[in-house]
């Protein structure tokens, strides 16, 4: 689905990374691990093609789905304003991008209470969930989620679990961030341990 | 993957704006009101003298317009752009360009388009001649969606930065330049009873070439700034 | 093919480039030093005095050539930011921005001469004119790339900005240039219109040393800088450690 | 330290949360507990003085030192100066407010490595361990701590357990939400459940 | 709790803010090189008749200068706010209205001052006549203070809004108004050879006015924005 070989990203005419090399077969699950700083969210974004690799290269045919730290929800809209709009705009798997559809994900990612407010007086979990929402919807094969677990509750990452796994299971694949102190946990993953370009050189942990 | 049309999507952005613009919709009076009180400062500032204050007319409403639409411009892209919904868009693979020129279109209707309606106030306050009064409101009907489409432009390459909103003014306005030549000279000249219709005809011309050239430009703009 | 042409433009080209500017440089240096002592000499001892204008007339030799300069400095910008913007080929993007102080400041000489000029001539410093106040702008536009450039952190980002602000203006300038002229004769009249009246060959030539030599000033000031750049930008790259090990 | 009596805010004229009340003493730490959005944040500031209570009572002596989701840190600043300026601003604990400390305390909270870096190009863990370096030299006793272990690598985690506990056993106390799936280790904690105006009516979770 | 001094505090404040200032040296040529900019439009907008520039050159630079200020104010207290800094600050326990009057200090010194330098030249491309200039550097010298201690009201005001630039505008131009008036007025009379005295001495006292009053206000509203 996605292989990278030697992948490298240059700022300011340094490496932030070590290059690094995977492939990722269709339903399988690639989790990036490295410590604060090493690249992890730099990694991602050149997969999602916001960045332009320095060195090296990516092949794959999937337009990937990115779901990044920056939730993308309209302060001004209420959460199902936000969730229609974004159905609209990307599409959707099913064909009907009607109020049912909506309701149903806003059920199902847990925003049912809060589903008429307003996107800047969601709590930072609420705001992580509505960002997810777009999981639900979709239909993209490649994800690409950074720090997705960062801010819901344990409800939440159990609920995140359960839509990985279902999409993993659709033959789906996903690559997935974490600095390790949270992890899917009863899935069967590669890891990607990214070592950044400073520690290379010093040896310290940036 | 299931792409959706462009259409659609171009309809749905625009749909968005309008309900944004709806649900603030008190700000939609800014740019009125901004330019209500910019016009006003000037008899204050250079005195009331009805004649003087006719020489400068043309001159003082567009320039009013210009700076009301340079206000506005900073908030374009911006907050699509810091929550993050603009790299979302990117992503989607539509077409960047429809992107860019759905929100210009946008713009003009909430930022352009009331200047227009409010112009005919303006000129009577400031002692317009009615013979310049109908020249006034076309050359703004086609100069402010050019002033949109260009100013979309530098909008987009500042909206990475933090405080853009200066820069963005040193940008857009030589770009201006032209436009309130043409359009000023087009009023006073029929005031004075002179032909007017070349300067028209050319920011008619201006027009059409920004509608087709800006979207481009901005959309490379916008790619820029997200990287 | 295409790999092979994106590693020179990528890795191969900036070693190359200093390497090539070194040898480059000095001839210009020392072309224009050599230009510009013949230009002067022949504008400010072997040229006569206008008989209307008198002394004042030897500011053109410094004037006409940096107003000339201010303006292809600005095209030739927008034809390197074009290329940095396609091809991504980075000596352009750092070419780009290398040349935009030094068009800048033609910009400003050209102003201020001509103010100077414009006192003893028309009685004032400073008239708007079609063409003074075009250049203004284009001094406006300069500001615009150099400030656009600025504001950015990421050389690369920057540079890439820059050009699509330089292309932008580029496009434009003639259209404020002729509707500008347009302006000031539709109001005024040319009243101050500095028509070219047939210079006799004993002013033409130094104006044209000087002009040659203002373009030489500009190539080795350039490539100078961007070198410079280069080195600051690659300080941590291979091909400067070897450099430096190399001289030291 | 601090003591609140069926203190509760309302917003909208809706209870966001049941009325809470809890007694801290020095040396302990206290744990707000609760599903997204049931209330955490607004609690703490509340108790920071950012809110005004709308029933209820805040007893405390203290001036307390608020560590919240907004991380203070000046984009264009670089993270010694910006350590340095709120040790100006605020006052340290040592009489010497000079460059040794600030050394120190990014060395401390291990940001040695991007110290110069100016503070837009910090990734999510190293923003959030800038704005947690206050608590390396702040004077305060009582401590409010917003999800403080949200984006901290494993490493990062064992450090700021560390910085608790020497704030603990020098008499201090702490209050720290979380929503359930990071927790302070080895800390015998006391734990407030909060529970969502909402939820107690509709008896969903939000 | 170890308070830090205010003094001390005061000092590291506006110590950061020139470091900020300084890294982004850049911006701080914004402000004028706005001003050249809006200067020019001018002359472009109402023709370049020496005469009647001269006539509205005082009214345009103040307007001119007006319209910097407030284009600078909206980033007076935003990027503190935004980030978390001023949430900080009040909690520090110093006196808000310290802070605020920092902020101020510093605010005029990057963006009040370089008006007043550069006034000259505008003066000059303006056609206004000698005797008028001294006048108008004077008005701006005492003028300009009280527009970045009036406007900091407004940029505390609206900090908490999303887009406040438009809506700050509004609400601290009518406060420039009498200032405007005044300052103008002082310029047109000593070109007249009339007395102008009077006038500087009522900004003067607008001056000292603003200086005691205006930071407790944007004090006030700084807390406001926060809650
Ligand atoms: C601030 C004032 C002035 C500015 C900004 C200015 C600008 C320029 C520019 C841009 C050009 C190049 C025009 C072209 O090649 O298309 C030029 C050329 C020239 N200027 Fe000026 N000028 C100024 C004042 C004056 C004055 C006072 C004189 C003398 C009376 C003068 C005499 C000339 C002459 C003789 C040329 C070359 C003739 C030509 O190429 O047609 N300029 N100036
Ligand atoms: N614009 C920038 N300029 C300079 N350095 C940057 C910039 N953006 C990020 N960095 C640096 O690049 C490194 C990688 O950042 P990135 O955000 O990818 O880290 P990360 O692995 O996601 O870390 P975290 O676990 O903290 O989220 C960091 O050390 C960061 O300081
Ligand atoms: N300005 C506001 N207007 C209306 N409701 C608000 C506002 N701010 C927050 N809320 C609501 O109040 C509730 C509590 O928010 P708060 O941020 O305190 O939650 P939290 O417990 O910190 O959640 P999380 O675990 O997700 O951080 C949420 O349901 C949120 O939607
Ligand atoms: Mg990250
Ligand atoms: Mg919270």
Chains 1, 4 share one sequence.
């Not at chain 2, 005031?191 to 028209?200: D, E, I, S």
């Not at chain 3, 900036?14 to 002592?37: E, M």
Request: hydrophobic share 50%.
């Amino acid at each position: 689905m996605l292989s990278i070989s030697d992948l490298c990203f240059e700022r300011y005419f340094e490496r932030v990374f070590e290059p690094v090399s995977f492939d990722l077969s269709a339903g399988s699950l690639l989790l990036v691990t490295g410590s604060n700083g090493c690249g992890k969210t730099t990694l991602l974004r050149l997969l999602a093609g916001l960045l332009e690799a320095s060195e090296g290269e990516i092949h794959s045919r999937e337009h990937p789905l990115y779901a990044g730290h920056n939730p993308a929800i309209k302060d001004d809209l209420s959460v199902e304003e936000n969730i229609r709009f974004w159905m609209k705009f990307m599409g959707t798997r099913e064909t009907n991008t009607g109020t049912e559809l909506c309701q149903q994900v806003i059920e199902e990612i847990g925003l049912t209470p809060v589903a008429l407010q307003e996107g800047r007086t969601l709590s930072a979990g609420q705001r992580k969930r509505c960002s997810l929402a777009r999981l639900l919807f979709c239909d993209e094969a490649l994800w690409l989620l950074d720090e997705p677990y960062s801010n819901l509750d344990r409800e939440g990452i159990v609920m995140l679990d359960r839509i990985l796994k279902t999409h993993l299971d659709a033959g789906g694949a996903c690559i997935m961030t974490t600095h390790g102190s949270l992890r899917p946990e009863g899935f069967e993953l590669q890891e990607c341990h990214l070592i950044s370009g400073r520690e290379k050189y010093s040896g310290t942990a940036a | 993957m299931s792409r959706q049309s462009a259409g659609t999507a171009f309809a749905a952005l625009l749909r968005r704006d309008f309900l944004l613009a709806y649900r603030r919709r008190a700000e939609l009076l800014q740019p009125l009101v901004f330019l209500l009180v910019v016009t006003t400062l000037f008899p204050l500032g250079v005195g009331p003298s009805p004649q003087l204050l006719a020489n400068i007319a043309p001159g003082v409403i567009w320039i009013s317009a210009l700076l009301a639409t340079v206000l506005s411009l900073d908030s374009l892209f911006r907050s699509d752009y810091e929550d993050g919904t603009l790299e979302q868009m990117v992503l989607s693979g539509q077409s960047l360009a429809l992107i860019a020129l759905s929100r210009t279109v946008a713009h003009w209707l909430v930022a352009g388009l009331p200047i227009v309606l409010l112009s005919p106030l303006l000129a009577l306050w400031m002692n317009l001649p009615e013979e310049g009064m109908s020249i006034l409101i076309k050359s703004l009907v086609i100069g402010t969606p050019v002033l949109s489409l260009i100013g979309a432009i530098g909008g987009a390459l500042t909206v990475s930065l933090k405080r853009g909103g200066q820069l963005l003014s040193l940008l857009v306005f030589p770009l201006y330049v032209p436009l309130l030549i043409l359009a000023t000279s087009a009023v006073s000249s029929s005031v004075a009873g002179l032909p007017y219709t070349g300067q028209l005809g050319l920011m008619f011309a201006g027009l059409i070439a920004a509608l087709t050239l800006a979207p481009f430009a901005t959309a490379a703009a916008l790619k820029l700034s997200l990287s | 093919m295409n790999r092979l042409y994106l590693f020179f433009h990528k890795t191969g080209s900036p070693p190359w480039f200093y390497r090539f500017s070194g040898y480059l440089i000095p001839w210009l240096w020392v072309t224009f030093v050599v230009l510009t002592a013949i230009g002067l000499y022949l504008g400010l001892v072997r040229a006569p005095a206008d008989y209307q204008q008198g002394e004042s007339v030897r500011i053109m030799y410094l004037h006409v050539p940096a107003a000339w300069m201010s303006m292809m400095i600005y095209g030739l910008m927008a034809v390197w930011g074009f290329i940095a913007l396609v091809w991504r080929i980075r000596i352009m993007e750092v070419l780009i921005i290398s040349s935009a102080p030094v068009g800048a400041a033609f910009t400003i000489i050209a102003l201020i001469t001509g103010s100077l000029w414009g006192r003893p001539t028309w009685g004032t410093y400073w008239v708007w004119d079609a063409r003074l106040t075009s250049e203004l702008v284009l001094l406006f536009l300069y500001f615009g790339v150099i400030a656009l450039y600025n504001a950015f952190d990421e050389p690369r980002k920057a540079a890439r900005a820059a050009s699509l602000m330089a292309i932008v203006g580029a496009i434009n300038l003639p259209i404020i240039h002729y509707s500008v002229l347009w302006w000031n004769t539709l109001h005024q009249g040319s009243s101050i219109g500095s028509s070219g009246s047939s210079i006799h060959p004993s002013m033409l030539w130094p104006l044209l040393i000087m002009a040659i030599a203002c373009k030489f000033f500009y190539g080795a000031n350039l490539l100078s800088r961007s070198r410079l750049r280069l080195l600051r930008q690659d300080h941590r790259k291979r091909w400067v450690q070897e450099l430096l090990s190399e001289e030291s």
